[in-house]
């Protein structure tokens, strides 16, 4: 199925701006990955502002953030927590799946 293209006639742009070399959609991954934020000025002078989360974006839970006052202390965090994972799991997280230990113990009994 063929598109038409859409043809302006009332063209109020100046001859001097000239977008032919332009590219359609240059930072949209980046703005999908890492989010963005929307700010809608009001007459009054006041405005709303509305941030959309992107793909990266991590949110913490207001008794979670009481522990980590910036994000390099999250990453220190996490990075101590992953130095403790066995190798085979992070084989496994990294090819997309994640195995669990399936022996079974009694709940009496622990493991040796």
């Known amino acids: 199925m063929k598109t ?11 001859p001097k701006y000239d977008f032919t070399s332009g590219v359609r959609g240059k ?3 980046e703005l999908r990955k890492n989010g963005y934020t929307i700010r809608v000025y009001n007459a009054d002078g ?15 839970e207001p ?16 990075r101590a927590l992953l130095s403790v994972v066995p ?19 009694p709940k009496n009994r622990a493991r040796v």
């Open 4 to 14: 038409k293209t859409l043809q302006v006639t009332d063209d109020d742009m100046r």
């Open 27 to 29: 930072y949209a991954r």
């Open 46 to 60: 006041t405005f709303t502002e509305t941030r959309v989360l992107g793909e990266k974006t991590v949110v913490l």
């Open 63 to 78: 008794d979670v953030s009481e522990y980590f006052p910036d994000s390099q202390a999250v990453n220190h965090a996490l």
């Open 87 to 105: 190798e085979k799991r992070k084989a496994a997280a990294r090819k997309g799946r994640v195995t669990r230990d399936r022996r079974t113990v």
